[in-house]
Structure formats: structure tokens, C-alpha cells
């Protein structure tokens, strides 16, 4: 018994330790963060001839996207150096903000 409370303990607090890293997006703070990026994708995500469309896009494939540019996992300088300096909560928020636009 003692060792079943323990194994969901540990259980809880593995769970807890996912959900700090996958942390919700904020879409507002996401917002504040991705005006420099208007230029290629849009005011409001829907691309331009400079760069693919964003908004409704999932927010995995989004984070995703922007994990590979700053790893150079996906090649593309002008990516790396806009979302370079993003850490995985501006990712998230980011993420939320252009997966909230239609
Ligand atoms: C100088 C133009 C430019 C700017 C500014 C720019 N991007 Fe991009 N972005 C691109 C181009 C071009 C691609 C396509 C690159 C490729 O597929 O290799 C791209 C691709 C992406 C993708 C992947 C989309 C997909 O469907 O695969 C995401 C996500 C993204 N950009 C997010 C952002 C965010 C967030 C910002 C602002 C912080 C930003 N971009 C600023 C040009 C830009």
C-alpha cells in the first residue's frame, strides 16, 4: 500500500513537471511578442509573398516550427534570427496568439 502511494506520488508530480514545460499559451502576451513578425506572415497570420501563413495553425506544429529554425533543425536564417532569442514560454504564447487568428 505504502508503495502504491508512493508510485502515484511520483506519478503526480512527473505529470506536474510535463504540464510546467508544455505550459498554456498566452495568446495576449503571444501577441506583444510577434509584431516583428507581420512583415513576412501578416498582420493577423495570413502571409504575404514573404512568408507562409500562420494563423489557425495548431499550436504543436507552431511551437514545433519554431524549435527547429532556433535548433537549424529547419534551415531559414531569417527565422532563426526572429525566434533565436524565444524561450519555450514565448513559443507557447506565440504559438497561441497566431492559433487563435482564422
Ligand atoms: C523576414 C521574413 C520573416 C519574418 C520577419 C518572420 N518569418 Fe516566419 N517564416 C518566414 C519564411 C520565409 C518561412 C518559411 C521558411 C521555411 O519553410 O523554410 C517562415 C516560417 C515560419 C513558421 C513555420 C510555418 C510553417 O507552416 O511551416 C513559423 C511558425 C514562423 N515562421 C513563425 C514566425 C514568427 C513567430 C515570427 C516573428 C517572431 C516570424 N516567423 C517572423 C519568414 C519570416
Known amino acids: 500500500m505504502k508503495r502504491t502511494l508512493l508510485t502515484v506520488g511520483l506519478f503526480a508530480m512527473l505529470l506536474g513537471a510535463v504540464g510546467a ?50 535548433s537549424g533543425k529547419r534551415a531559414n536564417a531569417a527565422m532563426k534570427a526572429f525566434v533565436g532569442k524565444f524561450s519555450d514560454q514565448d513559443m507557447a504564447n506565440v504559438a497561441a496568439y497566431f492559433a487563435s487568428l482564422k
Not at 503571444?30 to 514573404?50: L, W
Not at 499550436?59 to 516550427?65: P, R
Request: proline share 2%.
Open 21 to 70: 514545460v508544455h505550459a498554456a499559451g498566452d495568446a495576449a502576451a503571444g501577441k506583444a511578442k510577434a509584431s516583428g513578425c507581420a512583415g513576412c506572415h501578416g498582420a493577423n497570420g495570413e502571409g504575404t509573398a514573404a512568408g507562409p501563413k500562420l494563423a489557425g495553425k495548431s499550436e504543436t506544429d507552431l511551437v514545433q516550427a519554431m524549435q527547429e529554425f532556433k
